[in-house]
């Protein structure tokens, strides 16, 4: 076996284990204030909550003009992107009627939220919680929620 195929392989299996990176409270709230200078951007007034990797709610940011209705969707979609491990509007596709994966989104006590904006939050493979945005269409919502993912390891930068 070659040096570059073994390198492979021992990063597969060790690599996650040695992911130093948790969701924490100075974490999740730096997450949130990119999100929401990025929904300022768009005119957007939605409510933007992170979780830990087992959807445990780690901190929730209403802006002023936020639906109040998008709270509990916003903790939903979080919560739906731990325990599936994907995107929400990933969840939504599968979820179609006729989608492989119809009904699903009656489970687990009404905590299934199958709209875009719910993203899984990846340090690596491993994930290290979730993020859900909730207040424009799911479009929007899932444009949001992407692109606080995609600036997670920036933020783990500045901290």
């Known amino acids: 076996m070659n040096e570059r195929r073994m390198e492979r392989i021992i990063n597969n299996i060790v690599g996650d284990a040695i992911v130093k990176e948790v969701m924490n409270l ?3 709230v730096k997450l949130i204030e990119v999100v929401e200078e990025k929904a300022i951007e768009m005119g957007m007034r939605v409510v933007i909550a992170v979780s830990d990797a087992s959807g445990r709610p780690i901190a929730v940011h209403c802006m002023d003009g936020a639906y109040h209705g998008s ?12 325990a599936f491990q994907m995107p929400t509007a990933k969840l939504a596709r599968l ?7 119809y009904g699903l989104q009656f489970s687990n006590d009404g905590k299934v939220m199958i709209l875009g904006g ?8 491993t994930m290290i919680g979730a993020l859900g945005v909730s207040g424009g269409s799911a479009a929007q919502d899932s444009e ?4 606080g993912a995609s600036a997670l390891k920036e933020v783990i930068k500045c901290l």
Do not use: H, I, Q, R
Not at 71 to 82: G, Q
Not at 118 to 125: A, D, I, S, T, Y
């Open 144 to 147: 949001l929620a992407a692109y």
């Open 71 to 82: 709270f509990d969707v916003a903790l939903n979609k979080t919560y739906t992107s731990t």
């Open 26 to 28: 100075n974490l999740a």
């Open 118 to 125: 719910g993203e899984p939050l990846m340090v690596g493979k």
């Open 95 to 101: 979820c179609a009627p006729g989608g492989e994966l």
